[in-house]
């Protein structure tokens, strides 16, 4: 069982900057790759971004490519997400979330190839 844990959300005002943390267990860490997927109240939840095993392969959102950084340390069983010049419509919980099985594709940003998942940590820009 391998269990998710993020943390570094909070509040802050449009064009600031947030970094979120999540912590994975277990020793197969590095792999698999990782995303962040965010879900808005009334929205569905949408991809942000994916990172391979190694790190050495990412994917983002159009709407956050250029803003937002995934990275891992591995040793550290932890993925990052740094998010810069944020707006209010990125105001959501954000979950990270473990790829269901080993290689990294483009279809990363589908949901339904994650197996698990983090409780999730809230988001708030205000303008």
């Known amino acids: 069982q391998v269990q998710l844990v993020e943390s570094g959300g909070g509040s802050v005002q449009a064009g600031g900057s947030l970094r979120l943390s999540c912590a994975a267990s277990?020793?197969?860490?590095?792999?698999?790759?990782m995303g962040w997927f965010r879900q808005a109240p009334g929205k569905e939840r949408e991809f942000v971004a994916a990172?391979?095993?190694?790190?050495?392969?990412?994917s983002y959102a159009n709407s956050v490519n250029g803003r937002f950084t995934i990275s891992r340390d591995n040793a550290k069983n932890t993925v990052y997400l740094q998010m810069n010049i944020l707006k209010p419509e990125d105001t959501a919980v954000y979950y990270c979330?473990?790829?269901?099985?080993?290689?990294?594709?483009?279809?990363?940003?589908?949901?339904?190839?994650?197996?698990?998942w983090g409780q999730g940590t809230q988001v708030t820009v205000s303008s």
């Open positions: 277990g020793r197969t860490f590095s792999m698999y790759a």
């Open positions: 990172i391979s095993g190694s790190g050495g392969s990412t």
């Open positions: 979330a473990r790829a269901r099985s080993w290689g990294y594709s483009s279809s990363m940003s589908l949901h339904g190839n994650y197996d698990y």
